[in-house]
């Protein structure tokens, strides 16, 4: 099973509190590892490639933010 990277852009983040509060989602979410960019807004996700993006998109909304995944 590989690996894929899905970029996400993010709106409503303000500080690094907004940060640490996705990142905890993500973590939440088996085998997905994350960075996520205050200054640029996005995210850059590392997971399975089974893994659903909606589930990506849907991690950040129960943070309490917007998220829409970035076409590579």
Same mark, same amino acid.
């Given at each position: /099973? %590989? +690996?894929?990277?899905? +970029?996400?852009?993010?709106? %409503? /983040?303000?500080?690094?509190?907004? @940060?640490?509060?996705?990142?905890?989602?993500?973590? *939440? +979410?088996? %085998?997905?590892?994350?960075?996520? !960019?205050?200054?640029?807004?996005?995210?850059?996700?590392?997971?399975?490639? !089974?893994?659903?993006? #909606?589930?990506? @998109?849907?991690?950040?909304?129960? *943070? #309490?933010?917007? *998220?829409?995944?970035? *076409?590579?």
């Amino acid at each position: /099973m %590989g +690996l894929k990277t899905t +970029l996400l852009t993010i709106t %409503g /983040m303000h500080n690094s509190f907004c @940060v640490n509060k996705i990142l905890r989602e993500f973590e *939440a +979410l088996d %085998g997905v590892t994350a960075e996520v !960019d205050l200054a640029s807004g996005r995210a850059r996700v590392l997971a399975s490639e !089974d893994t659903d993006q #909606g589930a990506l @998109v849907t991690a950040v909304s129960n *943070a #309490g933010y917007s *998220a829409a995944v970035v *076409a590579i």
